[in-house]
């Protein structure tokens, strides 16, 4: 009876530990399906900063041609500006990132951020609007809260915050334009500028109280970095190596291409749905809400699968660029309204498949110290692709104005293209397992 009694204890202790070890698993998984509470003031962050944007850049266009007596091309300065500015603005401030810190930077841009607004508001020529735009581009903070991303996670949940952060994106600028036609209606460009300007300095107040510095971990690292600094130059000698990669170049361009097909769409489709599928604006305006959806799930739901392991990466890749090709060559063959949902849809997921394979090799294959100014690069070549879009979709739409749908057919053959190179692309990208 007593050996009888022991038995029992003994199993009754193992059953005990047995299920406290089961609870503290389950506690840690659940605790891991919750994004980071630091990383999760980024997505608030992002999200309202262009959010307040997507309100205003419809109300633009009509703003500089009617009040400000804008011609087509002036109007395209206006919105060419602010990617411009963003190809040395993203790298500028990616960089000084790595070297003063995150939250400064981003601070700095979300302040920027305000202030442009309310100028594009109160400015009364188009010059000045121009360069309020400009100034607006050059402050731009997205790649500097890749960085922040990077610092907070580990790189197997990289891709997963990143599309986190993509998809907040993609959200804030399919409802800022549905916002700004309700604000707009009621007073006017004038009004929407003044409730961004509220918005995005209450955005940066938020930021200020609650945003943490993401470096200040790597205090022990501090004077490591110093070293490295003074021997290469503060870090030039190390991020020309990274930047010279073949894979790391591969992947920029990569990134500029699959950017300029897809903003050669952006910027010529409410031209191609008026002539040839006869849409209003109300439709024009549902068709690319209907393709950010698509971007917003492509980042959300494929998150999961795109992690660093070179395969996984190479898949998503070959699949976001056969989207995004077959979605842009199909306008070419499309006279029916519903018909062109299809497309759109393989639109908005393809390019944001590739975008996110893009960040998340970039983050993986640089070092600590760099994450700011690879990411800011790489957002520099991203803005360099939207500048050049406008121009290079425009030449394509009047060389064969009378063919609508060759346009979509020569910017369709360049993601295709890409398919050929996406081995290279994620050949770099480490497979480390996480260390506990």
Known sequence: ILKLQFLYLIAGRDHHLTMASKDAAKGEGEKKKHPNPQVGVIYVTVFFDFFANGIVLPLLQTHARSELGASGFNVGMVFTAYSAASIVGSFVFGRMSDTIGRRPVILISLLMSSITLYLTAVVSTLDALIQTRALAGFFSETSVCQAYIADRTHPEDRPKHL?????????????????????????GFQAAAYVT??????????????MPESLATRELEAEEKELK???????????????????????????????????????????????????????????????????????????????????RITKCLILGNVSLGIGLYAHAHIYSTWAIFLPLFAIGFGYGLV????????SLTSSKDL??????????????????????????????????????????????????????????????KKTE
Request: net charge positive; aromatic share 14%.
């Open 229 to 311: 600094a003074a021997e290469d130059g503060l870090g030039w000698g190390r991020y020309l190596q990274t930047l010279c990669q073949p894979a790391v170049l591969l992947v920029l361009v990569s990134q500029f291409v699959s950017t300029l097909g897809f903003m050669g769409w952006n910027t010529t489709f409410g031209v191609f749905a008026t002539e040839r599928l006869e849409y209003t604006r109300r439709g024009i305006g549902f068709a690319f809400a209907w393709s950010a959806l698509a971007l917003i799930l492509a980042m959300w739901k494929m998150r999961g699968f795109v992690k660093n392991h070179p395969d």
């Open 371 to 432: 994450q700011g100014s690879m990411l800011g690069t790489l957002s520099s070549v991203t803005a360099l692709a939207r500048a050049t879009a406008p121009v290079v979709a425009g030449w394509l739409y009047d060389s064969r104005p009378e063919e609508l749908g060759y346009t979509y057919t020569v910017l369709g053959a360049l993601p295709i293209a890409l398919v050929l190179f996406a081995p290279v692309c994620s050949s770099k990208v480490p497979t480390k």
């Open 355 to 362: 975008d996110l394979c893009y960040q998340t090799i970039i």
């Open 197 to 210: 300007t509220v918005l995005t300095f209450g955005n940066f107040i938020y930021a200020y109280l609650k």
């Open 163 to 187: 599309g986190h952060m993509g998809a907040f994106i993609g959200l804030a600028f399919m409802l800022g334009p549905a916002a700004g036609a309700l604000i707009g209606g009621f007073g």
